[in-house]
Nanobody, 124 residues
Framework: QVQTVESGGGSVQTGGSLTLSCAAS????????MGWFRQTPGMQREGVAV???????AYADSVKGRFLISRDDAKRTLSLQMNSLKPEDTGMYFC??????????????????WGQGTQVTVSS
């Protein structure tokens, strides 16, 4: 059974940092693209950062230089280090598996096996 479980969310003030983690199981983790997405009420799910099986990364313009996505294939985990957080970073963060080895897009329709999400709240 394919499963992704997110953790690490919380409440921080503007300028603070958080690191999110995602534990994956039920598939050959090291061969798949993985991604982090966020969603706020009334908005579509936004692809924040993605990482291909070979470590190649892509970021939303809004988080470039502040967020860092990484993967540990031995531990089957995905991380998102978030620095210099802003109120507009507030949302529910999800990890998901891509449909193949490479992340060609950050569109949520190209990802599957979503976790339950972890809430990030940034206050001004």
């Amino acid at each position: 059974q394919v499963q992704t479980v997110e953790s690490g969310g919380g409440s921080v003030q503007t300028g603070g940092s958080l690191t999110l983690s995602c534990a994956a199981s039920g598939f050959r983790y090291d061969t798949f693209c993985m991604g982090w997405f966020r969603q706020t009420p009334g908005m579509q799910r936004e692809g924040v950062a993605v990482i291909s099986h070979d470590g190649a990364t892509a970021y939303a313009d809004s988080v470039k230089g502040r967020f860092l996505i990484s993967r540990d294939d031995a531990k089957r985990t995905l991380s998102l280090q978030m620095n210099s957080l802003k109120p507009e970073d507030t949302g529910m963060y999800f990890c998901a598996r891509g449909r193949g080895s490479y992340c060609y897009t950050r569109e949520s329709v190209d990802y599957t096996f979503w976790g339950q999400g972890t809430q990030v709240t940034v206050s001004s």
